[in-house]
């Protein structure tokens, strides 16, 4: 489990219904264009939903983490 995911995971409250406990899981699918054609996965997510009423919230782990730009991505691509 990734940093992010255990920050969120100790701070959740469902908007919906209140609760504090949750599920996350990291999803990666393909953009448009080449990658598509490649099925090269660039695009990150982490889907977070409440154990509760299953109320879900997505977020860009890069934006949480603070990277900028796509250098992750290109590295994630050569390197697996």
Known sequence: MSKVEEA??????CTKC??????TKELAMTGS??????DIQ?????????AHCGYVEVYDPN???G??????SVLDILFG
């Open 42 to 50: 660039h695009n990150h997510f982490l889907f977070v939903s409440c």
């Open 67 to 72: 990277k900028k730009g796509q250098l992750s």
């Open 18 to 23: 209140g609760h504090s406990q949750c599920r």
């Open 63 to 65: 934006v949480l983490e």
């Open 33 to 38: 264009g080449l990658s598509k054609l490649l």
């Open 8 to 13: 969120i995971r100790s701070k959740f409250k």
